[in-house]
Structure formats: structure tokens, C-alpha cells
């Protein structure tokens, strides 16, 4: 049997430099899907990935295309459409690298809502950056006309902000763990899945305009389909204390107390690092079940214990 992985792919690993044009974030999507392929022929792997870059330039377009006639389209809509433009490059740049080897593997991509109590404090206090900048008295403006919620972006311009709630349930869990179970590589809960609300009583799904954190989400995800390892795939290999400085420690093989001990004292930064472990550590409180963080360089040899930062009981 093989063991059954999930990886969370930042947003950023589509988009280096800023180059934002299709065509340079496909070509790095080509070495994503040969890593991936690889990793297929040992392991049942799901992937999930951020959206950051890729959701910041929909939602660019939208606002300065809307018109009457054409208005933007809400924020869980601009998800929905990130995760099939991404699904789109990931699924491809699978499948051609299979192709190379002149094998034919299913690759899915399944557009995933990810219901989040709509009592969750993250709703009272919105505090996720997203879009683009604004000078002060344009961004009041827009908040005023659209109902947002807008603050000062670290010294850069003012942005739009919203909730980023915590993840409860994946609406489509039991489709992709069947077709996991069939043999396909799935790709889902893209940039942390759409954000919908579910009725206790009606059961009715409803899109609510927030941003998930997609290790939170794909956390949740490997969780549901019962995977055996998470890796958080970051910019990094490793994680560190001190990150940054002089005294940089490069964080090997830890435990989730140690870990939630090392939490208490700052080390890892809210925004950066903090969701990647705390993920990675949540994932691996139960026994047999492992987290790690890690660059894709050194993926491999962090699937063999040999790198990054290995979080297990």
C-alpha cells in the first residue's frame, strides 16, 4: 500500500520575481508537475496550493474592468477562478511530465469550497491584505461605496482587507478520497478553497467574501482523506528559530509539544511561517501521521527524513 502525502504549495512557487504572465508561471508549473509525477510513482498524493499572486491579479482585473453592465465579480468567486486557472497549469504540467515517461496517469483538479462557521472571530476582525494599493482617500472611497473593510499595508499604500477564517469541513472530501482511491492525483482546496457557510438547519451552502490560510485548509484536507504524511512546500528548507539573524537555527526533527513550546516564545512570524507550522505540527499529533516543511529542492530527501523540518509524536 502506499502511503498517502498531501502537499500545500505556496502561491508564490507559480510566480517568481513577480513575473506575473501566464506564460512564466507555467513554465515554472512545468518543474511543480515533474516533482509531483515523481512523487506519484512512490505515494498517493493530493496537492493543494495558494493563490496569493494569482487571486491579487484577478481581482485587479475585475475592479478596473467593472462597469454596469459587467460588474466585478465577488472575492469566493475570484478563488473559484484561481483554482481552475491554477488546477489548469498544475493538471497539464502533470500530465506532460507522465507523458515524458510514456505513462498515462488520471490528474484531477476538483473545485473545492471549504465551509467556515460564519461565528468564527475572524469575521469581527478582518485582517487579510488583498488586491491592490490605493492612496488613502481613493481606498475610504471604495470602502464606503463596496462595504470594505480597508487598512495601511506596512508603509506601501492602503488595501482592502478580510476575514480569514479557520476551515471546518471540505464540501467535496468524499470525491476527492474516491478518486484518490482510484488512482488519481488530485488537486484541491486551491488558495485555501472557496469560503462558504453551511445552515445547520437547511444544510444550504453560502459564499462568504474571506480568505482561508491554504495550510489551514490543506491541513484539514489531509486529515479528511486520512493521509499518512503533510508537507507544507515553502521557500525555505527548513524551519527556523531566529530566522533571518546571526543566531539562525535550522529546526531538524521536532516534536508537535516542542513545537507548540517554541510557539509561545515568538519564533515564528503570523503571516510567514506560523500557519506552516502550526499545520504541519496539528497534523502530526495524532501517532504514525507526519508533517514536514520544506523547499521542493529538497522534497525528496525530506520524504526519506533526510531534510527539512520533520514534525512527528
Known amino acids: 500500500m502506499k502511503k498517502r502525502i498531501v502537499l500545500a504549495l505556496g502561491g508564490n512557487a507559480l510566480q517568481k520575481n513577480g513575473e506575473a504572465t501566464a506564460e512564466a508561471q507555467k513554465k515554472i508549473a512545468i518543474k511543480v508537475g515533474e516533482k509531483i509525477a515523481e512523487l506519484a510513482n512512490k505515494y498517493e498524493v493530493i496537492v493543494a496550493h495558494g493563490n496569493g499572486p494569482q487571486v491579487g491579479n484577478i481581482l485587479i482585473h475585475e475592479e478596473q474592468a467593472a462597469t454596469d453592465k459587467a460588474p466585478a465579480m465577488p472575492l469566493e468567486t475570484a478563488v473559484a477562478m484561481s483554482q481552475g486557472q491554477i488546477g489548469y497549469w498544475l493538471t497539464q504540467a502533470v500530465n506532460n511530465a507522465f507523458a515524458k515517461e510514456g505513462k498515462n496517469k488520471k490528474v484531477v483538479t476538483i473545485v473545492s469550497q471549504v465551509v467556515v ?43 482592502r482587507v478580510v476575514p480569514s477564517p479557520k476551515p471546518v469541513d471540505i464540501v467535496e472530501k468524499k470525491s476527492i478520497q474516491e478518486l484518490v482511491e482510484d488512482g488519481a492525483i488530485v488537486i484541491a482546496t486551491g488558495g485555501g478553497g472557496i469560503p462558504v457557510t453551511r445552515s445547520k438547519i437547511t444544510k444550504r451552502l453560502k459564499g462568504v467574501d474571506a480568505v482561508i490560510d491554504k495550510d489551514y485548509a490543506a491541513e484539514k484536507l489531509a486529515e479528511l482523506t486520512k493521509a499518512d504524511i503533510f508537507v507544507s512546500v515553502t521557500a525555505v528548507p527548513n524551519a527556523y528559530l531566529n530566522y533571518g539573524t546571526k543566531d539562525q537555527e535550522a529546526l531538524h526533527k521536532v516534536t508537535p509539544k516542542e513545537i507548540n513550546h517554541l510557539k509561545k516564545y515568538g519564533y515564528f512570524k503570523a503571516g510567514s511561517m506560523l500557519p506552516k507550522i502550526e499545520a504541519a505540527a496539528k497534523f502530526a499529533e495524532k501517532p504514525g501521521r507526519i508533517g514536514i516543511i520544506t523547499d521542493i529542492n529538497h522534497l525528496a530527501s525530506a520524504l526519506n527524513g533526510q531534510a527539512g523540518t520533520i514534525i512527528a509524536k
Open 117 to 159: 462557521d460564519k461565528k468564527d472571530p475572524a469575521f469581527k476582525n478582518p485582517t487579510k491584505p488583498i488586491g491592490q494599493f490605493y492612496k488613502e482617500s481613493d481606498a475610504k472611497k471604495l470602502a464606503k461605496a463596496n462595504g470594505w473593510t480597508v487598512k495601511e499595508d506596512s508603509g506601501r499604500g492602503w488595501r
